[in-house]
Each structure stands twice: as structure tokens, then as C-alpha cells.
């Protein structure tokens, strides 16, 4: 079992830049599709970002172009870097793995077994 910790969000203006760390409790990440999500308030839980463990990636309609998910060298950090950030990209971003699931189905929520406790970004207009 996987552990997952969220870190980097904060408060920026619109416009601005962030990089969100999902850092992995085991050694790597090698082994397990990622995934960004994020949720607004009173909103469902929204895709993001996907990789896969032989680093296919594909991104949400409304964040491509402006967000990046890449990974260090040794496998245990997925980042996501975040620019030109927009005040509807308000949310708590969580990251999630999973061993199962085809590359069609990592914007699914429901594909994936481990999570982390998010992180809240907020982008002022």
C-alpha cells in the first residue's frame, strides 16, 4: 500500500504560477499509474492530469497548455506545475495511484485505490 502527501498549494494571483509535490511512501512510483485531481467547493471531484507508469500523459481540456505533470529522476515525487493560473482553477488538488486501469479510464476518480489529503490552491482575481 502506496501513501501519498500533497504539498505546495498556497494563495496566488491570477496569472501566477505553482508546482504541486506528491510525494510516495514507498521507493517508486514506477509501478502505478498517477493522477491529478482537484475539487471545488460544491463541486465533484474534477480530472486533471494523468500518467501513466510507462509515462504516457494526458491532460484535462482546461488545463492543457498551462499545467505540467512530470516526475524526479527517482521516481518517488510526481510534480504539477501549474501557470497561468485562473481563478476557476480554485480547488484542493489531490494525487492518487493506481495499479489497474487503462489509459482511458485514468480520468475516472473511481479507477484509483490510494490518495493523498490534497492541497489547497487559491488563485484571487
Known amino acids: 500500500q502506496v501513501q501519498l502527501v500533497e504539498s505546495g498549494g498556497g494563495l496566488v494571483q491570477a496569472g501566477g504560477s505553482l508546482r504541486l509535490s506528491c510525494a510516495a511512501s514507498?521507493?517508486?512510483?514506477?509501478?502505478?499509474?498517477m493522477g491529478w485531481f482537484r475539487q471545488a467547493p460544491g463541486k465533484d471531484r474534477e480530472f486533471v492530469a494523468a500518467r501513466t507508469w510507462a509515462g504516457t500523459i494526458t491532460y484535462a481540456d482546461s488545463v492543457k497548455g498551462r499545467f505540467t505533470t512530470s516526475r524526479n529522476d527517482a521516481k518517488t515525487i510526481l510534480f504539477l506545475q501549474m501557470s497561468n493560473l485562473r481563478p476557476e482553477d480554485t480547488a484542493v488538488y489531490y494525487c492518487?495511484?493506481?495499479?489497474?486501469?487503462?489509459?482511458?479510464?485514468?480520468?475516472?476518480?473511481?479507477?484509483?485505490?490510494?490518495w493523498g489529503q490534497g492541497t489547497r490552491v487559491t488563485v484571487s482575481s
Open positions: 492518487a495511484a493506481t495499479t489497474t486501469a487503462q489509459l482511458s479510464r485514468l480520468s475516472s476518480p473511481d479507477e484509483y485505490t490510494y
Open positions: 514507498e521507493r517508486t512510483l514506477s509501478n502505478y499509474n
